[in-house]
């Protein structure tokens, strides 16, 4: 679905991401892990046409798009959740839902999609007519996440879905990724929250300072010494 071979990305004359390379295979749920300032979101926005690679080829579905412009992937079927959610706040629900599908030409597509993004998140339908400001933390992490859902998109990348939430929401939150998944949704993930991305991960890569030094299956990245020590607080015999 994904796959990233010798990247380096530069913010002017420094070098950010040093070749890095990587592959999200379709159906998959794929974790970056990393501390701030390793990369990860540069990584994100590069992938969905935001930021330009320095060097090194990406490919989506077999076709090279170092050089896709953003608006472009998405019509391809690439869709970001960034950092943060970013939500329209003074926007209804229905809204926001509106607005993400601007992509989607066919009206009774966007009314069934939007329907859907109801049945799979409730307290959205709940609240459709509440604007989108004066939902909870974790209320507006769904509404993000559904508003990108509402293309039909074939590759979902989320950029910290768990900022800011209560540990019962990101529980939650994680759960619907899962769904999200078995739905034929292929998902890339970064995440500082190592346990709960892991228990839900296909494969993992651990990023830090701009190099892959880590990768593996969830399972093992979750039996993994130094994952444990750096991500979990802990040890093998603590987890």
Request: charge should be positive.
């Amino acid at each position: 679905m994904l796959m990233l071979e010798n990247v380096s990305i530069s913010y002017g004359k420094t070098e950010v991401v040093h070749d890095v390379s990587l592959e999200v295979k379709q159906g998959e749920i794929v974790t970056i892990l990393g501390a701030n300032g390793a990369g990860k979101t540069t990584i994100l926005n590069t992938v969905v046409g935001l930021h330009r690679c320095t060097k090194g080829a990406i490919a989506y579905k077999g076709a090279a798009i170092n050089s896709s412009k953003a608006d472009k992937l998405v019509r391809e079927g690439i869709r970001l959740v960034p950092e943060g959610r970013q939500i329209f706040p003074k926007h209804t629900v229905e809204e926001n839902l509106l607005l993400g599908a601007h992509a989607v030409p066919d009206k009774k597509r966007i009314d069934q999609k939007k329907e859907e993004m109801y049945s799979l998140y409730p307290r959205l339908g709940e609240r459709r007519r509440q604007l989108g400001g004066t939902l909870s933390g974790g209320e507006q992490q769904m509404l993000a996440i559904a508003r990108a859902l509402m293309t039909d998109p074939e590759l979902l990348i989320l950029d910290e879905p768990s900022l800011g939430l209560a540990p019962i929401i990101v529980a939650e939150v994680f759960r619907l990724l899962q769904k999200v998944r078995d739905s034929g949704i292929t998902v890339l993930l970064v995440e500082q929250m190592a346990n709960s991305a892991l228990k839900v991960s296909d494969r993992a890569y651990v990023l830090e300072t701009g190099n892959i030094i880590l990768q593996g299956t969830g399972t093992q990245m979750l039996a993994n010494e130094a994952v444990v020590k750096a991500y979990l607080g802990g040890t093998k015999k603590d987890c």
